[in-house]
């Protein structure tokens, strides 16, 4: 073992920087996600939808409310928005997932094109929704449920599906 760790020091020492940085990346966005969770939203937030119609917090408050933070240029947003629009289809009576993206409209309806999503994109262009609550990188998932954060997570997340059936439905089936 030893023959092995000198052989391969300087191997060994690339692997754990590299893992060191990681871990220096991802902690800073776990402690903001984990202060979000099991907070009350005090506000009735307002969401402009991509052809202007306005809706709240209020509107959905029966709901399971999925906020995703997102951008055109984000590959593991690319990924995660399949998973995102099956699981909508799949528990349209008890979820409502908000697309939520600072970029411009017409950008948006350029990368629409090609991407199909039935659940409603909304334009946070003023960065109001984003600052509220504090979302650090993408694509980030806020679940509210009873106007109360129920959990919060920043990355791609491949059980996302089975995440919200969960919460929205007490089951993962």
């Not at 402009?48 to 209020?58: A, D, M, P």
């Not at 003023?126 to 990188?137: A, K, V």
């Not at 509210?144 to 919460?167: E, F, H, M």
């Amino acid at each position: 073992m030893l023959d092995y760790i000198k052989q391969n020091w300087l191997s060994l020492l690339i692997i754990t920087l590299l893992i060191g940085y990681l871990l220096y990346q991802r902690i800073p966005l776990y402690i903001s996600n984990s202060k979000l969770e099991n907070q009350e939203i005090t506000v009735n937030l307002r969401f402009q939808k991509l052809n202007g119609e306005i809706i709240t917090l209020e509107d959905l408050k029966n709901k399971t409310i999925v906020l995703n933070f997102w951008a055109t240029w984000c590959m593991p947003c690319k990924i995660e928005m399949p998973l995102l629009e099956n699981t909508y289809n799949d528990l349209k009576d008890h979820v409502e997932i908000l697309g939520i993206t600072i970029e411009e409209k017409d950008t948006v309806i350029r990368y629409l094109e090609n991407h199909k999503v039935s659940y409603p994109i909304i334009l946070d262009t003023d960065y109001s929704i984003t600052e509220y609550f504090n979302i650090m990188g993408y694509p980030s998932i806020i679940i509210i449920k009873d106007n109360k954060i129920v959990s919060a997570s920043t990355g791609l997340n491949p059980l996302i599906k089975w995440k919200i059936r969960w919460y929205a439905t007490n089951s993962i089936f």
